[in-house]
Nanobody, 128 residues
Framework: QVQLVESGGGLVQPGGFLRVACAAS????????IGWFRHAPGKELEGVSC????????YYADSVKGRFTISTDNAENQVYLQMNSLKPEDTAVYYC?????????????????????WGQGTQVTVSS
């Protein structure tokens, strides 16, 4: 079992920045890749970014490349998503998730159907 708890969402103006955090726990945590997914109103759930805690490989969706950065503090079992230059279209509920996938294939495996565990989500709203 893996437990995931998100924090750090909120309201930010366009062009601003925000960092969301995911506190992960569980006896089998080391084998999981951790990812951030988002669900915007009227849109499908999408993979935003994933990171392998074991070897450090990362994946970013094209829509966030160059603006978002995923990082991990393995000692504290925290995974962060730093979001800069935020746009109104980044508005969504952001979910932390754990995936038991090949860390060398994140470009095609950081998708909702491969998620094993979900957090409860945190709202991010980008609006003036």
């Amino acid at each position: 079992q893996v437990q995931l708890v998100e924090s750090g969402g909120g309201l930010v103006q366009p062009g601003g920045f925000l960092r969301v955090a995911c506190a992960a726990s569980g006896s089998t945590l080391t084998k999981y890749t951790i990812g951030w997914f988002r669900h915007a109103p009227g849109k499908e759930l999408e993979g935003v970014s994933c990171i392998s805690r074991a070897i450090g490989t990362t994946y970013y969706a094209d829509s966030v490349k160059g603006r978002f950065t995923i990082s991990t503090d393995n000692a504290e079992n925290q995974v962060y998503l730093q979001m800069n230059s935020l746009k109104p279209e980044d508005t969504a509920v952001y979910y932390c998730a754990a995936l038991d996938v090949n860390a060398l294939q994140l470009f095609r495996l950081c998708v909702p159907r491969f998620v094993n565990y979900w957090g409860q989500g945190t709202q991010v709203t980008v609006s003036s």
